[in-house]
């Protein structure tokens, strides 16, 4: 059986490069193709006038005309606020930033007039609208447009503000304008917000005010009292201890010159600090702690011609010397064991030596 040759067949490198041309030449047939249909096609077609009536004519021969748009032998013009965008009448967005530019100078304008009326008495609620134009045309950039771009600009900002702020016309037939309470707000300094806010809750706030100084002052009141009767027992004490000091002493054979009274005023003045001397209620009260207490006597004594109240402690009724008299018999029976049990250790210890003699 015979075989056909290798050279028959192309070889795997030989493929590829055919397969290559065959690639270009597809291309090259596809790119002649399509500039041929597009060399030979009709040009495209123009714009229906806009009073064209559709129903009457035949579409074929022309585009209807867009919206937003009006057309004229076969020419598209766009309205003003929008631009032709392949073949369509889009929204000019320079038109747009410009309206809120002026939506935001009327708010502006007319909340900050607001707010200085409610603040400071100086501005006026209701703006007329043709003053903020004239100051607009004048002042921004809407001195550079034309009449009809003027116009057109501001009839799209009216219909913001109107949808913004309040809007009037007077007897005088003049259109005025008013920011909104809750928009207004915003354009109050913050030192007129807060005084606001107090005269709406004056009401609370002196109440609350009162309660607390009130509060505060109870407080104190009540401090100070407790601190007053603390030192009048504590000068009550003093008294107390050194009256009955001093009846001691005077009963003592070593002090036998000494007086068992006290002068009440010298005492008053040695026992009070200098700032205290000039409140009397102070010492007045010690006095009444004095009256009720049995352990001291209150009379009257003529010294160097002039009577003196003195005060004089009751040394048979002192609890105090009772008790220091339990102590010196109770130290005088301790003493006379230690006596009596070192004679006995004594006299055993003598015992003991004679014997061992």
């Known amino acids: 059986m015979l075989e056909p040759p290798q050279s028959l067949f192309p070889s795997k490198g030989e493929f590829f490069t055919l397969l290559k041309v065959l690639l270009v030449a597809c291309a090259v047939a596809f790119t002649c193709n399509f500039l041929s249909k597009s060399l030979s096609s009709n040009p495209s077609k123009s714009f229906c006038d806009s009073n064209f009536n559709p129903i009457d004519s035949d579409l074929d021969i022309c585009e209807p005309c867009p919206i937003n748009g009006e057309c004229y032998q076969g020419k598209l013009q766009c309205n003003l606020g929008y ?13 747009n930033e410009s309206t809120k530019k002026l939506v935001g100078y009327f708010e502006r304008k007319v909340c900050e007039s607001y707010a200085h009326n409610e603040c400071y008495g100086t501005g006026t609620i209701w703006v007329p609208e043709n003053d903020v134009w004239t100051e607009l045309r004048s002042n921004s950039f809407l001195s550079n447009l034309d009449e009809s771009a003027y116009n057109f600009l501001k009839g799209k900002a009216v219909e913001g503000v109107t949808e913004l702020l309040e809007k009037r016309t007077n007897s005088n037939g003049i259109d005025e304008l008013k920011c909104p309470e809750s928009v207004a707000k915003s354009y109050k300094p913050l030192t007129c917000r807060l005084h606001q806010w107090i005269l709406r809750h004056i009401l609370i706030i002196s109440s609350s005010c009162a309660m607390l100084v009130g509060s505060a002052m109870l407080r104190r009141r009540i401090q100070r009292k407790q601190c007053f009767s603390r030192r009048v027992e504590e000068l009550y004490d003093q008294v107390c201890d050194f009256l009955e000091e ?87 029976k301790v003493r006379k064991s230690i006596d009596s049990s070192t004679s006995l250790q004594e006299y055993y210890n003598r015992r003991i030596a004679e014997t061992s003699s």
């Open 83 to 95: 631009k032709n965008q392949r073949n369509l009448c889009v929204e000019d967005g320079e038109i």
């Open 246 to 332: 001093n009846a001691v002493a005077s009963n003592s054979a070593e002090t036998s010159n000494c007086e068992p009274w006290v002068i009440a005023s010298w005492l008053r003045d040695y026992l009070l600090l200098p700032r205290e001397r000039r409140d009397p209620l102070l010492w007045t009260k010690v006095e009444e702690l004095i009256k009720e207490d049995s352990r001291i006597d209150r009379y009257e004594k003529l010294l160097k011609g002039e009577k003196k109240v003195v005060w004089e402690w009751q040394v048979e009724g002192s609890l105090s010397l009772s008790k220091l008299k339990k102590q010196r018999e109770t130290q005088k």
